[in-house]
């Protein structure tokens, strides 16, 4: 607008404060007059370091980094609450969990990608990080956790060299983001505990269609501790309510190309438009008996314990209701530590949570500067703090009064109170779990961590036939780009302990000549594993569409009734719509109307959408056949197994791309603006599966 434009001086824009308020200061607070120009001798002449004002902007600037996290870089935090809905007081003293039912405690989510640096794309193969920041009246506790219940490794020691393995190469400082390459299946391939994290890596949990879309898990087994000492066991899980979903490889890598922040698009959206996302925190507690006859150990974070074995126990809910107010200073300079537990939960001898335990702290001491990020407010607890700590980088909530150690005297008889400071408190405060320790110092690994196979193969066995062709293929490709041949066998040598027609699939996959022998073990595995239900996406979806997205291409002429009913029946089942055309203006409808567009058909391809509509007249579908990006957007969502509406005007666009033949029971004729919500009551099955090439056993 003209009102925004002051070019009075040479043609610079100066725009001038509205009010007081308006007035731009430096950081130490001095109105500044003019945020052009740097200070000069002479119009044309040299710029003078007496300038303060420039200086000061330019040294902040220059120290605007912090270093990303080392993992987990790439991720997005959201703000919420925690509801308590069926509170375990019998297990716990922690008032977050044990406390009145409906109690609400604040929380903060990160979730992330692992491998890729903070500008890495969001469609990444890989695990998803599921951080909870529990902000509770007895301090801040921390759930870190994945998106995946089982880890690669056993061993805190391991963690640097799985992620030196994992990230780009030191030598060429690629591959970004992706563990399709030698170094990591080089390290896998050579660390048989990975053989379970691996199937589900390889599995459709690694490219979720949506943050909202995905479970968490705590992993290790934690402990619960009551008001009368007494300890359970427990593993934490975190189960959307809005169901699980993934998308296909195909449509991951395309999707990397057309919105790289496409995750974090989504649900900064979604709850810019009120639908929140929640999770129901659910418990599986068992007791030490139930962990002497368990199959595997409870210390072990490569096994889970099935569901079907110790339910999981529904407790709260988590609703995410608002984004950040900035970015840096909430989701950057959030601190989460494994360490961050409250009296009433506890840890038990994991030795990747031991670990863990240790790591967190020194990296937050390295990220954010110094030893006073606590009271950075993101991480500031929400309950009282007092202790005697002082001083250090950055100190921002200072103690008040003489005293700044203890046992002392101040505050006796003096008038002085608050000179005395806090004391520690035998009767509330954090006591750690008397759990008998025994044994010699040794530098070793539990034989009863030494099984391997045997939940690798029940993982798959619990897959839906289509899954199960979705981890062969995600093998085959992340194989097919590791350069040593050795690399490739042993890992088939491997899959052979888990079962063997899938590795067979793989290794017909990779075109080897013959099956690759099988590696070494240490335990033979068992067979005898049950399915588990739970452990498959395809056999737990939402049953509706809600919180999903259909596009509708639109182009000049389409049948404006088609168009609104499409738009109706999806805001009715809780959907959001994105509107394509060829022209980001929109398109004139039959009723003459203008519709605008939120896309480009080429910046709207059709797998940013989980179904789509194509509405158009003939003479317009007549030209938008030969339009590379229209044909894409059809032949994509025939591809990738997506629900299509579609008007018989535009089928010359579909014949150009040979699905006019293919046409199926995933096609939905809504012409006349009939069909619309029969088509959005299929979309709620998310896909039509039967289209997807399956192997055949
Ligand atoms: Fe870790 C970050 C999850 C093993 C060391 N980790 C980090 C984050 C998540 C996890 C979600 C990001 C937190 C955020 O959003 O800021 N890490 C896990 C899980 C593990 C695991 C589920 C296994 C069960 N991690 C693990 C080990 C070590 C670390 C064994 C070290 C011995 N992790 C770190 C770290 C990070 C981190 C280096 C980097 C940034 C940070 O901590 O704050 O300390």
Redesign the pocket.
């Known amino acids: 607008m003209a009102d925004d434009f002051d070019l009075s001086e040479n043609g610079v824009n100066h725009q001038k404060p509205e009010n007081d308020e308006d007035v731009m200061t430096t950081a130490q607070g001095v109105a500044v007059a003019d945020d052009q120009n740097w200070l000069k001798a002479g119009a044309r002449g040299p710029q003078l370091l007496e300038d303060h004002i420039a200086r000061e902007k330019i040294f902040h600037f220059d120290h605007e980094r912090i270093p990303e996290?080392?993992?987990?870089?790439r991720?997005y935090?959201v703000h919420g609450e925690f509801e308590l809905t069926d509170p375990i007081p019998e297990l716990t003293r922690a008032g977050v969990l044990g406390g009145e039912k409906g109690k609400k405690t604040p929380v903060f989510t990160?979730?992330?990608t692992?491998a890729g640096n903070k500008g890495s794309p969001d469609l990444a193969r890989d695990v998803r990080?599921?951080?909870v920041k529990f902000y509770t009246e007895e301090g801040n506790w921390d759930i870190?956790?994945?998106n995946i219940p089982v880890?690669f490794?056993q061993d805190?020691?391991?963690?640097?060299d799985l992620i030196h393995a994992v990230k780009p190469a030191p030598d060429r400082g690629f591959p970004q983001a992706q563990s399709a390459h030698d170094n990591f299946w080089d390290f896998v391939t050579l660390t048989p505990e990975s053989m379970h994290m691996v199937m589900w890596q390889m599995s459709d949990r690694t490219i979720p269609r949506s943050l909202r879309f995905m479970e968490g898990?705590g992993?290790?087994t934690f402990r619960l501790i009551n008001a009368d000492g007494k300890s359970s066991f427990v593993k934490f899980h975190w189960k959307p309510k809005q169901g699980l979903q993934s998308v296909v490889w195909n449509e991951a890598l395309k999707i990397n190309g057309a919105d790289p922040d496409f995750h974090r698009r989504d649900m900064w959206n979604s709850i810019d438009a009120g639908d929140y996302p929640q999770w129901d925190l659910g418990v599986q507690v068992f007791d030490e008996e139930f962990a002497e006859k368990f199959e595997f150990d409870v210390l072990d974070?490569t096994k889970i314990i099935p569901e079907e074995q110790v339910p999981v126990r529904i407790i709260g809910t988590m609703t995410l209701n608002n984004n950040v107010d900035n970015f840096f200073a909430e989701t950057e300079q959030?601190?989460?530590?494994?360490q961050n537990i409250v009296p009433g939960i506890d840890f038990t001898d994991d030795p990747?949570?031991q670990?863990?335990n240790?790591?967190?702290l020194?990296?937050?001491l390295k990220?954010l500067g110094g030893p006073n990020f606590t009271h950075i407010p993101i991480n500031a607890p929400r309950c009282p703090v007092r202790h005697f700590q002082q001083d250090g980088h950055m100190a921002m909530t200072n103690p008040k009064g003489r005293a700044n150690y203890e046992p002392n005297s101040w505050g006796t008889g003096d008038g002085k109170e608050e000179d005395r400071g806090p004391r520690a408190c035998p009767m509330n405060g954090f006591t750690s779990y008397e759990a008998p320790v025994t044994g010699p110092k040794l530098r070793t690994r539990s034989e009863t961590f030494a099984d391997h196979y045997s939940q690798a193969r029940q993982f798959y066995i619990s897959q839906t036939p289509t899954e199960q062709t979705h981890m062969a293929n995600a093998f085959v490709f992340e194989l097919s780009k590791v350069e040593r041949m050795d690399i490739r066998k042993r890992m088939v040598g491997h899959l052979r302990h888990v079962d063997a027609s899938f590795a067979q699939e793989v290794s017909d996959g990779l075109g080897l000549d013959e099956l690759p022998p099988k590696v070494p073990l240490a335990r033979e595995p068992r067979t005898d594993l049950p399915e588990s239900p739970a452990l498959s996406i395809l056999k737990n979806g939402p049953g509706s569409f809600k919180g999903r997205k259909l596009g509708i291409y639109i182009a000049e002429g389409a049948d404006a009734k088609v168009v609104q009913a499409l738009q109706d029946a999806a805001k009715d089942a809780g959907a959001m719509v994105g509107i394509i055309a060829p022209n980001v203006a929109g398109a004139k409808l039959s009723d003459g109307k203008k519709l605008e567009a939120n896309e480009k058909i080429d910046g709207g391809p059709s797998v940013m959408f989980d179904a789509v509509a194509i509405v158009m007249a003939k003479d317009t579908a007549t030209t938008m056949a030969k339009d590379k990006p229209s044909q894409d957007f059809v032949s994509d969502a025939f591809a990738h197994a997506k629900f299509i509406a579609y008007v018989p005007e535009v089928m010359p666009l579909f014949e150009a791309v040979s699905v006019g033949e293919k046409m199926d029971d995933g096609f939905f004729d809504v012409s006349g603006d009939t069909g619309a919500k029969d088509f959005i009551e299929a979309c709620g099955k998310l896909r039509f599966w039967d289209r997807a090439p399956v192997k055949q056993d």
């Open positions: 996290r080392v993992v987990h870089a991720g935090g990160r979730f992330s692992v990080g599921f951080a870190v956790g994945n880890f490794i805190a020691i391991k963690f640097p898990f992993i290790h974070s959030v601190a989460f530590c494994t990747l949570l670990g863990r240790f790591s967190y020194d990296t937050q990220r």
